[in-house]
């Protein structure tokens, strides 16, 4: 079946370093592919998508392309802050239904 | 922007005890669904529904049942709450028909069973 595989946490940075976070998945078809994030004590929040292959999500200074020929979608940011400190969910749909398959989520520590 | 609610942040119960978590959305979606969120699972789908009256079993429903009696509101139902229920139970919903894929999440609730 469809899954996402995304790299173990945490991850700790300093404050101004640059980060990638891997994600591949496993997917008959066209997924849709997502990046969610999710604060301390909240629920979690879309941060970038992308519908097809070559496609480049974008949204606060995060980037992810998606990479067919690699099964790939890895999230990237130039220079990292403290409040980026969170936990970064790889998220799939296939579009056969409207179900996400989700990753396992990545602890990132930014250290000031 | 889409506004999905929990009616609880935090929520202690006992063994035994019947608990309902409730979940409403404002956007008109289609599709609403419950997961759980445990250290080192990452999240767990417990139920969806498509429409009103409609559900489906996701991966984990031993021990739940839901309802949606109208299309903004979603309820959780433990029947009979146990300790390994002890989790955060995320809401989310969808656009649904296939229109648009991503899940819009409430803030989450977390239960402890005692």
């Known amino acids: 079946g469809d899954s996402v595989t995304q790299m173990e946490g945490p991850v700790t940075l300093s404050e101004e370093a640059f980060l990638t976070i891997n994600c591949t998945y496993t997917?008959?078809?066209?997924?849709?592919l997502f990046w969610y994030v999710q604060y301390p004590g909240e629920g979690l929040q879309l941060l970038l998508k992308?519908?097809?292959?070559?496609d480049k999500g974008s949204n606060k200074g995060f980037e992810a392309t998606y990479r067919k020929e690699t099964t790939s979608f890895h999230l990237e940011k130039g220079s990292v802050q403290v409040s980026d400190s969170a936990v970064y969910f790889c998220?799939?749909?296939?579009?056969?239904?409207?179900?996400?398959?989700f990753g396992k989520g990545t602890r990132l520590h930014i250290l000031p | 922007d889409v506004k999905v609610t929990q009616s609880s942040r935090y929520l202690v119960k006992r063994t035994g005890e019947k608990v309902f978590l409730e979940c409403v959305q404002d956007?008109?979606?289609?599709?609403m669904f419950w997961y759980r969120q445990d250290p080192g699972l990452g999240l767990r789908l417990i139920y969806f529904s498509y429409d009103v009256k409609m559900k489906e079993k996701g991966d984990i429903p031993e021990g739940y049942s839901v309802s949606r009696e109208k299309k903004e509101r979603f309820s959780l139902i433990l029947e009979s709450a146990s300790t390994n229920q002890t989790s955060m139970y995320l809401c989310?919903?969808?656009?649904?028909?296939?229109?648009?894929?991503?899940?819009?999440f409430g803030p989450g609730t977390r239960l402890t069973v005692t």
């Open positions: 998220a799939l749909s296939d579009r056969r239904d409207d179900k996400i398959i």
């Open positions: 997917a008959t078809g066209y997924p849709s």
């Open positions: 956007m008109d979606h289609e599709n």
């Open positions: 992308a519908t097809k292959a070559d």
């Open positions: 989310a919903s969808s656009l649904g028909q296939g229109l648009r894929y991503e899940q819009y």
